[in-house]
């Protein structure tokens, strides 16, 4: 049987852990991880957030829509991925449609937004990349294909009036490789490439 003394030293080793782990684990880690992101990566660490003259415009890591009022996408902006996250982009209710690849709904709404993109863009709907018509896992993706870009840059020089091949070759500048060199495909960050644009035109 366990003597009192014993029980009572016990707890207080147990209560001695508690506080040493709490203090920590609890208050020390945490302190120091959020210094070194601070001085390291403060741009990560805060959001990668991107600033334009008038102030913030959005994180460089959720997509966005560059719509109307109404959510109609506006032809002077690149448009992204379509997105099934809430309303869309909606970073409170990230996630994916789950449907599957033989999903009657998914070949319809792809279906649609082949010859919904096709239209909007002037270009035949065999041409439009695979990303242009399905959403992403997170439905937060910031980018797209470079081929989706590219095939977005007339119908973005036409509404702004600007010569097709400097916006091509804006695109082709903002073309990000694959990460390590050999995982995935090159890609363009749309908000990047928007406030680039916005900025070209002055």
């Known amino acids: 049987m366990t003597k009192p003394h014993t029980a009572a030293r016990q707890y207080l080793v147990a209560l001695r ?9 609890g208050v020390l880690y945490p302190l120091a991880i ?3 992101g601070q001085t390291v990566f403060p741009g990560q660490a805060n959001g990668s957030l991107v600033s334009s003259p008038t102030g913030n415009v959005g994180s460089t890591l959720i997509g966005q829509a560059f719509t109307d009022g109404n959510g109609t996408p506006l032809p002077r902006w690149f448009q992204g991925r379509p997105s099934a996250a809430g309303d869309g982009y909606d970073a409170g209710a990230s996630g ?13 709404a792809i279906e649609q937004r082949k010859s919904s993109i096709a239209a909007f ?6 041409a439009i990349p695979a990303d242009a018509l399905t959403t992403s896992a997170s439905g937060l993706d910031p980018h797209i294909s470079a081929a989706n ?5 007339v119908r973005v020089a036409d509404a702004r009036g600007l010569p097709a091949a400097d916006v091509s070759a804006l695109v082709e500048s ?4 694959r990460d390590l060199g ?3 495909e090159p890609t363009v960050n749309v908000l990047e490439l928007n406030l680039a644009l916005a900025g070209k035109e002055g």
Request: aromatic share 4%; net charge negative.
């Open 17 to 25: 852990a508690l506080i040493v782990f709490t203090a920590v684990l």
């Open 34 to 36: 959020t210094l070194i």
């Open 96 to 108: 994916g449609s789950n449907l599957g690849p033989e999903n009657p709904d998914l070949l319809t």
């Open 121 to 126: 863009n002037g270009v035949l709907p065999a």
């Open 149 to 153: 870009a590219l095939l977005q840059a």
């Open 174 to 177: 903002k073309i990000q490789g």
């Open 182 to 184: 050999f995982l995935g």
